[in-house]
């Protein structure tokens, strides 16, 4: 009988490039979780603390003798250890980032290298603000309103940890994520993707978006609202501001003259 198989020698060193790239990346990730578990195993022991900063902002804002409380026999335990995890992912993001960027940076040429390393960078930075925007400004503000709204209903506010990790966490991913507005919008421009022109003329339905978002991920006050809204708006601004800035997106024949690196 004939061997179907194939001997093809570039079949076999497509394969064994692809099993490489595999083995690459399981180590890239390895090396990326290893970097977080060892940020959270050197916080540990100060979860209690982190996650008293962590509360803080509703803490003050409560009236005289509020208090935080635990509905779950665990809750106790299990809630300021996912708030050490979360802050210890934050640390070690930076470390996340280089093992991403040096699995993709073979295959990227130099022209992508120069614009991806300030992108992810400036990312990061803007992510940050986001969440210091939230914690030190959007927290104190709403968790006062809703303190003193509360008080003529003779109602008080006793909020469960869980609840409140919760809460926190989607306002941070909200405003984390609305930072990075300038971002995309220099990206989009950069690539092709939309002209400049186009986004200045879409800008009314942006602002309607804003205040659309805002009114779906903030809580239901006009003030948490227009906290997160003015920044989106703003921050859209500020993209197209320096989007004009950016260079024209290299034709597919630039591209190609340009030596890969190893």
Same mark, same amino acid.
């Given at each position: 009988m004939s061997d179907n198989r194939s001997n093809d020698p570039q079949d076999e060193s497509q394969q064994e490039t692809f099993i490489s790239h595999l083995v690459e990346l399981r180590e890239r990730l390895v090396k990326a979780v290893?970097?977080?578990?060892? =940020?959270? =195993?050197?916080?540990?022991y100060w979860a209690p603390v982190i996650f008293n900063l962590f509360a803080r902002p509703l803490m003050d804002a409560l009236p005289k003798g509020g208090r935080m409380i635990v509905t779950d026999v665990t809750g106790s335990f299990f809630v300021p250890m996912k708030v050490t995890l979360l802050v210890a992912f934050l640390i070690a993001l930076p470390w996340v980032l280089y093992?991403?960027?040096?699995?993709?940076?073979?295959?990227?040429?130099?022209?992508?290298?120069?614009?991806?390393?300030?992108?992810?960078?400036s990312s990061y930075v803007l992510f940050l603000c986001g969440v210091a925007f939230a914690y030190f400004l959007v927290f104190p503000?709403?968790?006062?309103?809703?303190?003193?709204?509360?008080?003529?209903?003779g109602a008080d506010m006793s909020t469960d940890i869980d609840k409140y990790l919760?809460?926190?966490?989607?306002?941070?991913?909200?405003?984390?994520?609305?930072?990075?507005?300038?971002? =995309?919008?220099i990206v989009l421009v950069r690539f092709g993707v939309v002209e400049l022109e186009k986004l200045k003329q879409i800008r009314p339905y942006v602002i309607v978006g804003a205040f659309i978002v805002a009114a779906v991920v903030t809580p239901p006050d006009v003030l948490s609202q227009l906290l997160l809204a003015v920044p989106l708006i703003a921050?859209?601004?500020?993209?197209?501001?320096?989007a004009r800035f950016v260079g024209r997106p290299e034709t597919s024949a630039?591209?190609?003259?340009?030596?890969?690196?190893?």
């Open positions: 290893a970097g977080v578990i060892l =940020v959270f =195993v050197g916080l540990v093992q991403v960027w040096q699995f993709v940076a073979p295959g990227l040429y130099q022209h992508e290298k120069r614009l991806i390393v300030p992108l992810v960078s503000t709403v968790f006062h309103f809703m303190a003193h709204y509360n008080a003529p209903l919760s809460f926190a966490m989607t306002t941070f991913l909200a405003f984390g994520i609305t930072f990075e507005v300038p971002v =995309v919008v921050l859209y601004e500020l993209g197209l501001l320096m630039d591209a190609a003259g340009e030596t890969q690196a190893d």
